[in-house]
């Protein structure tokens, strides 16, 4: 369970979430089969092996929620999780058995209901009245699900929440084509069977291509990739991203990072860098669970340089005293003790009346500084975020902008 699980309210985590969904739909499973079989319908049986593949699901995530919380090791370095795709994939292929056979005896009864000997279904109140508290059930299950989603942001709860308002439209379905066999309309019974047998070949099939595509190590196609690239891309001191890739072991999101970093970025400090540009990734993305940082010296350096000025004149600008009412910044790029771009800036934080200091501070990092010269020591709040953002900061006796780039 992650530190994020750990913080939720007991009915709100995953563990009892799921311990809900496989109690119902087990139940569901039993009842609606022994219904089935007894009244001869088609229909029901089918809607009962409906909810066995979300049993599946149910116990595939219990795997993925046990092994989260075995250590990896040097034989297995990115653990365990696996193996619950492994197990969905040898019963996605039960799934596609029993769809096979209900597909096959639908089949035959539509054929002979057509040959004039219709299939008998036996109408039951108790297994009319099952199906309807069964149907009550699911929607109370389904809204309960849309609202932990929406309080949780989970995009999991999300998608069980829709994949259970789909199984009220197959419960549904059955209920009416049940009433069909008190009309003594009981090739509705198979039609409906046949119908829900392809859906569980849908099902089946969604969870054979997930645990397929995750055992072969696919990149996964994660709804957010342009806005995680840019949280990344804009951290401080990352120059460049060499590679991103996004990867599904189990059920959790594991994201494998390759960066550039400024060569003179001080060995001491790259654990901090990693660990706060993991923070930040996790914060805004939740459901990645893991992320794996790697990072090499940029190729070739670039220095990019804040200087305040108090006048706006090229090369020849005066350097200002003062930092959060400096009226000018030239922004300097190097590589490699190269010249490559320069410009001056306007201050738009210059005549704020309250944290001045601290909007240009933040306004300097947006632009990826590596260092700043200043003429006067700065406050505390923006010395503090100079420091978490890993900017150099440098007292000069400078007076004229051209003296430092030469």
């Not at 806005?227 to 996004?246: A, D, G």
Request: charged share 20%.
């Amino acid at each position: 369970m992650s530190e994020i699980d750990k913080n939720l309210k007991f009915y709100k985590q995953p563990v009892f979430i799921n311990l809900l969904l496989l109690l119902f739909n087990t139940i569901f499973f039993i009842f609606k089969l022994i219904f089935g079989i007894l009244t001869n319908s088609l229909a029901i049986q089918a809607d009962a092996f409906d909810n066995m593949t979300d049993i599946v699901i149910c116990i595939t995530s219990f795997i993925g929620i046990y092994f989260a919380k075995k250590k990896p090791n040097e034989k297995f370095p990115y653990g365990f999780f696996k193996i619950e795709n492994i197990i969905s994939l040898i019963i996605s292929l039960f799934i596609f058995f029993t769809a096979y056979i209900i597909i096959n005896q639908s089949i035959l009864d539509i054929i002979t209901f057509i040959n004039g000997n219709p299939k008998i279904v036996d109408f039951s109140l108790i297994a009319f009245f099952f199906l309807i508290i069964s149907l009550l059930a699911s929607l109370i299950l389904a809204l309960y699900l849309k609202l932990i989603a929406k309080q949780t942001n989970s995009p999991i709860i999300k998608s069980e929440a829709q994949e259970k308002m789909f199984d009220i439209f197959i419960s549904l379905s059955v209920l009416v084509g049940f009433i069909f066999v008190l009309l003594k309309i009981s090739i509705l019974d198979s039609i409906i069977g046949l119908i829900i047998a392809i859906l569980i070949i849908k099902g089946g099939y969604e969870i054979f291509l997930t645990s397929t595509k995750t055992l072969l190590d696919a990149v996964i196609d994660f709804d957010n990739r342009t806005e995680l690239y840019n949280l990344i891309q804009n951290t401080p001191k990352v120059k460049e991203i060499e590679t991103m890739e996004i990867r599904s072991y189990g059920r959790y999101i594991f994201l494998e990072l390759e960066i550039y970093l400024s060569k003179n970025f001080p060995l001491s400090q790259i654990d901090n860098l990693k660990n706060k540009l993991s923070s930040d990734i996790k914060k805004k993305f939740p459901s990645i669970f893991k992320i794996i940082i790697i990072v090499k010296s940029q190729k070739k350096e670039i220095t990019i340089i804040a200087i305040p000025l108090e006048n706006n004149r090229g090369l020849d600008s005066n350097l200002s005293n003062h930092f959060g009412e400096s009226p000018y910044f030239g922004i300097v790029e190097f590589q490699e003790g190269t010249l490559l771009k320069f410009e001056i800036i306007v201050n738009k934080f210059a005549h704020e009346e309250k944290r001045k200091g601290i909007l240009v501070s933040d306004w300097l990092i947006s632009k990826k500084i590596d260092k700043i010269y200043l003429k006067e020591p700065l406050k505390k709040g923006p010395s503090l975020i100079f420091n978490n953002n890993f900017v150099d900061v440098e007292l000069s006796n400078f007076n004229y902008l051209n003296e430092i780039i030469n």
